[in-house]
Nanobody, 122 residues
Framework: QVQLVESGGGLVQAGGSLRLSCAAS??????VGWFRQAPGKEREFVAA????????YYQDSVKDRFTISRDNAKNTVYLQMNSLKPEDTAVYYC?????????????????WGQGTQVTVSS
């Protein structure tokens, strides 16, 4: 069983930056993704990376502003978020999975963190 812990959320003004971290108790997975959910909205894909091949995936609306990266030694995945907008306000979740065919699909992930709140003020 894998435990995922997110950190780095907070309150920031529009145009600011935050870096989220996702620490895993152990690496038994091949894919790590970030998802977010705003109040009253469905959970949506943000970004993902694979540990085989180092592929990255992004939602179109964040591709030019967010960067996903990983530190294998620390068993941690990061999400650097720049030029934040009020529309980015949500609870951000880290998720992990073994080999899956579509890293953008939330229902394919096996493990989820409890989330970290990101609030962007106008």
């Amino acid at each position: 069983q894998v435990q995922l812990v997110e950190s780095g959320g907070g309150l920031v003004q529009a145009g600011g930056s935050l870096r989220l971290s996702c620490a895993a108790s152990r690496r038994t997975f091949s894919t790590v993704g970030w998802f977010r959910q705003a109040p009253g909205k469905e959970r949506e894909f943000v970004a993902a990376t694979t540990f085989t091949g180092g592929n990255t995936y992004y939602q179109d609306s964040v591709k030019d502003r967010f960067t996903i990266s990983r530190d294998n030694a620390k068993n941690t995945v990061y999400l650097q978020m720049n030029s934040l907008k009020p529309e980015d306000t949500a609870v951000y979740y880290c998720a992990a999975a073994q080999l899956i065919w579509n890293p953008r699909a939330a229902n394919l992930y096996d493990y989820w963190g409890q989330g970290t709140q990101v609030t962007v003020s106008s």
